[in-house]
């Protein structure tokens, strides 16, 4: 049974820092993209960034490049999302994602496999 659980979200101020952790469980996830996506209210569920869980390469949105970082603990089958200079625009729901795909990355949340259960953050202005 695969388990993605999230943590690290809240409210911070803009400006402010977080980092979010997502721990994977119940297979190997060596041949898997994760992924992290947000949903704010009443909009889709966009893209933010992916790692592959392997080579590590990492793809991050163009929307939150240069402030978002992913990245990915193999001993602890962990990964991350660290986010600087939040604006209140990144408050949302995030989402951990589990995508097995050999080569690349996907940005359609449609691709990924599973999902965790989400994690407020609140940026305040």
């Known amino acids: 049974q695969v388990q993605l659980v999230e943590s690290g979200g809240g409210l911070v101020q803009a400006g402010g820092s977080l980092r979010l952790s997502c721990a994977a469980s119940?297979?190997?996830?060596?041949?898997?993209?994760m992924g992290w996506f947000r949903q704010a209210p009443g909009k889709e569920r966009e893209f933010v960034a992916a790692?592959?869980?392997?080579?590590?390469?990492?793809y991050v949105s163009s929307s939150v490049k240069g402030r978002f970082t992913i990245s990915r603990d193999n001993a602890k089958n962990t990964v991350y999302l660290q986010m600087n200079s939040l604006k209140p625009e990144d408050t949302a729901v995030y989402y951990c994602?589990?995508?097995?795909?050999?080569?690349?990355?996907?940005?359609?949340?449609?691709?990924?496999?599973?999902w965790g259960q989400g994690t407020q953050v609140t940026v305040s202005s």
């Open positions: 994602a589990a995508d097995d795909r050999p080569y690349g990355y996907s940005p359609l949340r449609n691709e990924y496999d599973y």
């Open positions: 119940g297979r190997t996830f060596s041949r898997y993209v």
């Open positions: 790692v592959r869980w392997s080579a590590g390469s990492t």
